[in-house]
């Protein structure tokens, strides 16, 4: 069944008035898909997602090490996250019917170069590749027009991308309740944005045939996200299969990616609301509440933390559909397709959060930023400090 009704408007219940203004008010004064290509004698992975949760891995994973001898050679194109988020950004807003066209030397020709001159393997990771069509994927392919293209997909099932894709959605500016998402996504109401976005990035099937009509179904392998209670190598073991990444190669030990709780996402749809008439930009906005606020502050939140949770039937029957069209497709899978048939996800609706939960997590977010900010200071102080110590001993030295 869809939830309907019993939404709390976290702003007008008295307990979290006061609280979340404050946190209002602090952020205000601080915001003023694996392709794989293998050329004459090195292999670019670059790797498309259907988000969320699990793309930054691969990033966290390989970035920045010359992995192996020089035979196995495995570099994270780029050398940092950041500028392949800023070249494929670049991709999908240049170069296309009625967009300026790229830059010659602009963050996409710079990670392009970069592959170039690789001597090994590179690694591409990025999931803004995923839903691309298929004008930018000629792009792709153009630019790497001397390599065998390879493209590994990683999909996991709709139960567990919903609850991610709207606590992820809250992390950039979401205003829409998680009941106002559900009936989008659920309606296929393209009108919508939420629905537009969603199915988007969430059509496996769509995105699976697009890319393997792209570049043939021998250059196009489907790498499925295990169920959650399989032990934590197997994605990592899935996706080294579909790179061609000798065992032992990679240090596998890297930071989690955890998500927001249900409490958390509730607390920063009313910031969003209250931000928005606020006009700030969207770097502003990812700087404090993106990155710091949320990605930093509330996603390490310990206790009292209850996750979203999702177990609807209109779910489990999206799913299973997804996946007979994807059995047709014929495509070369690593995992299994079983892996995409929705399950429950234990936690909770947004109407059963209560409102002593929301004001934790906004005294959480607010007691991060208060702290953070309170290091800023000190490291400020510092750096006063140190800068007048020459001119004192100047001082002393005249007398």
């Known amino acids: 069944?869809?939830?309907?009704?019993?939404?709390?408007?976290?702003?007008?219940?008295?307990?979290?008035?006061?609280?979340?203004?404050?946190?209002?008010?602090?952020?205000?004064?601080?915001?003023?898909?694996?392709?794989?290509?293998?050329?004459?004698?090195?292999?670019?992975?670059?790797?498309?997602?259907?988000?969320?949760?699990?793309?930054?891995?691969?990033?966290?994973?390989?970035?920045?090490?010359?992995?192996?001898?020089?035979?196995?050679?495995?570099?994270?194109?780029g050398g940092r996250w950041r500028q392949q988020v800023l070249a494929v950004l670049e991709?999908?807003?240049?170069?296309?019917?009625?967009?300026?066209?790229?830059?010659?030397?602009?963050?996409?020709?710079?990670?392009?170069?970069?592959?170039?001159?690789?001597?090994?393997?590179?690694?591409?990771s990025m999931e803004f590749l995923a839903p691309r069509r298929n004008v930018k994927i000629d792009l792709i392919k153009e630019a790497f027009a001397d390599a065998d293209l390879q493209v590994v997909l990683t999909a996991r099932d709709l139960a567990r991308s919903l609850p991610a894709m709207w606590t992820e959605s809250m992390q950039n500016r979401g205003v829409r309740t998680w009941d106002q998402f559900l009936d989008a996504v659920r309606t296929e109401d393209m009108s919508q944005k939420p629905g537009r976005w969603f199915w988007k990035h969430q059509r496996i099937s769509a995105i699976a045939e697009r890319w393997s009509t792209a570049v043939g179904h021998d250059h196009f392998t489907l790498v499925t996200v295990p169920p959650k209670d399989a032990p934590s190598d197997v994605l990592w073991q899935r996706f080294a299969a579909a790179a061609e990444i000798p065992d032992g190669l990679c240090v596998t030990e890297v930071r989690s990616n955890p998500g927001l709780d249900a409490a958390s996402a509730l607390v920063l749809r009313e910031l969003n609301e209250r931000l928005a008439a606020e006009s700030f930009n969207r770097w502003d906005y990812d700087s404090v509440v993106k990155s710091a606020l949320a990605k930093q502050g509330l996603v390490t939140r310990g206790r009292d933390k209850v996750p979203l949770g999702m177990d609807e039937r209109w779910v489990r029957r999206a799913s299973k559909e997804e996946v007979h069209k994807l059995r047709g497709l014929g495509l070369r899978v690593i995992g299994d397709l079983d892996d995409l048939e929705s399950r429950p996800v234990p936690g909770v609706h947004t109407k059963k959060v209560s409102a002593q939960h929301q004001l934790e997590a906004a005294l959480d977010g607010l007691a991060f930023l208060t702290q953070a900010q309170m290091r800023r200071s000190q490291a400020a102080r510092a750096r006063t400090a140190s800068a007048s110590l020459p001119s004192l001993a100047a001082e002393e030295d005249d007398e």
Not at 6 to 33: E, F, K, M
Not at 112 to 117: K, L, R, Y
Request: a neutral charge; hydrophobic letters at 40%.
């Open 1 to 77: 069944m869809t939830w309907r009704s019993g939404y709390l408007n976290v702003a007008r219940h008295p307990s979290l008035v006061g609280v979340v203004d404050t946190l209002v008010n602090r952020v205000q004064r601080q915001l003023h898909t694996i392709v794989e290509l293998q050329l004459a004698q090195h292999v670019l992975h670059m790797i498309l997602h259907c988000p969320v949760g699990h793309e930054k891995f691969f990033g966290d994973l390989t970035i920045g090490r010359p992995l192996g001898d020089a035979t196995q050679h495995i570099d994270f194109a």
């Open 91 to 124: 991709l999908t807003e240049r170069g296309g019917k009625r967009q300026e066209p790229l830059s010659a030397d602009g963050p996409w020709q710079r990670l392009v170069d970069t592959v170039e001159s690789c001597p090994g393997t590179a690694i591409i």
